[in-house]
């Protein structure tokens, strides 16, 4: 008798928190509404003015105050992935927007692209990089996402590559933590013979394959998604991939966070035919080329100093059209538009053979 009556007033305080929950649901559905509404008045103006529907660097300033308020018991990184989609939700509002990645579905440029646009967008898996590129500049996508610098394995020259040729703008930046995992439908690791892998995972897993996996034959994939496709067919084959991966091609996860170094991240630019405007707290990119001779990289590098730009990053990769001739890459602190850097810039113009700004956009770390 006791316990019915212990079970019926924890059902009915079940169904009075439930009723307070429901109360909260309207609540937040009638309060979401009104934040599309005011996003519908906010895209009036900016189609007045020409303003860009995607400012990641607003964004970022709501997402660091939303990471201020909150008190719990919800954690600061969900809370932010609700605010993302909400910010995709209501972009939706104002316009579909198109989204250019690497596929197929899982693959960390794709992931990267679901955190940088949310799910209420058009997003679009192409082939290559190649193809995102192209998207891009015929218009098909508004943005394209492509990784462009690990923290174990350094730069991703494909995508750097693509840059000499294309006339698209970097719009934005993101920072997204990588973890990989060894997916097979085998039993234990020494039943795996093949290990099917894109190149850059690899290398930032390295260690751990030659450790764990060391009579494994490794197979080269275009992308991480591809080689979790062809894991799947066979038992006694593997990948390296994302968890969503591994759920998408019904994987089990033979050994998870296989990545040789801690806190490993991936730098992804956003690119679009848009210039992306200043933010205050901005990064420009750079690409050039000098004459081979003594004091010329020197020489470029003094106009930065005397206007006490911060360069973040310097890098040369080869032309690939003549032996021996490199282009360099310079990341700094400032926006294209401000007087320190046009100065700068007019400067290293004169000293090079030819003088590229891929894009001035948020800084992502500021």
Known sequence: MRMSKLKGMEMKSVKQIREKIDKIDQKLVKLLNQRAALAVDIAAVKQKTGSPIFLPARENEILKRVEAL??????????????????SATRSVERKIKVASLGPAGTFSNLAAMRMFGSSC??????????VFRDVEKGVADFGVAPVENAIEGE?????????????NIYGELYYRINHNLLSKAKSMDKIKTLYTHYMPLGQCRRWVAQNLPGARVIETSSTSEAAKMAAKDASSAAIGALEAAKIYGLP????????????????FIISKSKSPRSGKD????????SDAAGALSKILRPFAAKGLNLS?????????????????????GHRDDPDVKWALNKVKSQTIFLKTLGSYPNARA
């Open 122 to 131: 058009v997003h679009t898996l192409e082939p290559s990089f190649e193809a």
């Open 283 to 290: 990064k420009t990119s750079i690409m050039f080329s000098i």
């Open 253 to 268: 996860v033979l050994a998870g966070n296989i990545e040789d170094k801690p806190g490993n991240q991936t730098r992804f």
């Open 313 to 333: 990053k310097i890098q040369s990769r080869p032309t690939k059209k003549e032996n021996w001739q490199y282009v360099f890459f310079i990341d700094f602190d």
């Open 70 to 87: 909150n008190k719990g018991p919800l954690p600061d990184e969900p809370l932010k992935n609700i605010f993302r989609e909400i910010f």
């Open 156 to 168: 991703i020259g494909q995508t750097l590559d693509l840059f000499m040729d294309s006339d698209v």
